[in-house]
């Protein structure tokens, strides 16, 4: 069963997209739901994308629940180990 629940963000950051270039991505999604290619039943999804450079311009990641919380936890970790004036 999909919960249909979708979250949209503002974000500031870059991606290496198809062909190995590198965009800037303004904007995030983030849903749980039928992957496209992971083996997987369900997966959380998350798109960053630019929308001003049209669809190409996007990178999708498809991962498990449980992956999905060791990335949570492995990004903490990380934040949490920079000194406050660098991670403003």
Known sequence: ???YTTVK???DGSAKGP???WFHVSDVTVYFDHPVHAMAEHTLNIDFADPSKGPSAR?????????ARQLIA????ALA?????LAA
């Open 1 to 3: 069963m999909c919960t």
């Open 9 to 11: 963000d503002s974000v």
């Open 19 to 21: 062909g190995g270039s």
């Open 59 to 67: 990178v999708a990641l498809e991962l498990t629940a449980q992956s």
């Open 74 to 77: 492995a990004v903490q970790e």
């Open 81 to 85: 180990a920079v000194p406050a004036e």
